[in-house]
């Protein structure tokens, strides 16, 4: 195997960096590809910035693709990929805030499907995924608020339908606080609807699902040392949800925790 990579940054005004990239990758005797990528960042501000980036993408498959038991695929073929991204992000002492847009149009993309008895890979002719997140993070007084929230746009071009387990929305929130020496958070995070199998006259899906969670840490000096105590609850609406269809999520749990340092 092999892998060559070339890249510089060029600075244009000060406030302009253009940073090409050009790699070649040579894996056995079956994958050959040279890929390319330009970045172009753009300082606005001291806190204001955008990127654009843009190029092409390979991927080998890899050995668990090819020869995992059961369910391996030694007639993968490699993953290419042309893509698109544009960021402006904003930051300011503890606050900040990211707008992210992608674009990936993808030839033979390697995905793990579920078969009658077990997951097996397989390429999938053309595909195009699309998606803008939101993030940041903030603080009010005490409390620290971050999380993201992303809308996601898959296709199948062979089969014009969603890919399979692409939640078309999806996000997290954190909020934390310290109250005397206590610090105590909680936290959600969301997944939408998902398509596990493809179908007729509908497809097999698995409904959205919201799993809170909160948690409380303390820490003391014991003899120059760090003690950790912490206390966690996940799933506290005891929510019953599966990630993967047929392997269902463990319900309310409760986890404590020591550490010494």
């Not at 939101?134 to 929230?149: D, R």
Request: no cysteine.
């Amino acid at each position: 195997n092999f892998s060559g990579l070339l890249s510089t940054k060029i600075n244009i005004l000060t406030a302009f960096i253009v940073q090409p990239t050009l790699r070649m990758d040579n894996i056995g005797n079956d994958h050959r590809a040279l890929t390319y990528n330009l970045d172009l960042t753009w300082q606005q501000s001291e806190y204001l910035k955008h990127i654009i980036s843009g190029g092409n993408s390979f991927r080998a498959p890899a050995f668990n693709d090819m020869y995992w038991t059961p369910g391996g695929n030694a007639d993968l073929k490699p993953e290419k990929a042309s893509k698109f991204m544009a960021v402006t992000s904003w930051h300011q002492n503890e606050h900040n805030a990211d707008l992210t847009f992608r674009f990936i149009k993808s030839k033979d993309l390697i995905q793990w499907i579920p078969g009658p008895i077990y997951w097996y890979p397989e390429n999938i002719a053309e595909t195009l995924r699309k998606n803008v997140t939101a993030s940041g993070s903030m603080s009010i007084s005490t409390f620290t608020i971050s999380g993201f929230i992303t809308r996601l746009w898959t296709r199948d071009l062979k089969q014009e339908k969603a890919l399979r387990y692409a939640p078309e929305l999806s996000g997290n929130l954190h909020i934390r606080t310290q109250i005397n020496k206590l610090n105590i958070g909680i936290a959600g995070r969301y997944n939408g609807v998902r398509i596990t199998m493809y179908d007729y006259p509908e497809d097999a899906t698995l409904p959205p699902h919201f799993i809170p969670s909160i948690f409380v840490h303390r820490n003391f000096m014991i003899l120059k040392r760090q003690l950790s105590l912490g206390l966690s609850a996940d799933n506290i609406l005891d929510t019953q949800f599966e990630t993967i269809k047929g392997y269902p999520e463990p319900g309310r749990s409760f986890n404590f925790t020591i550490t010494l340092k």
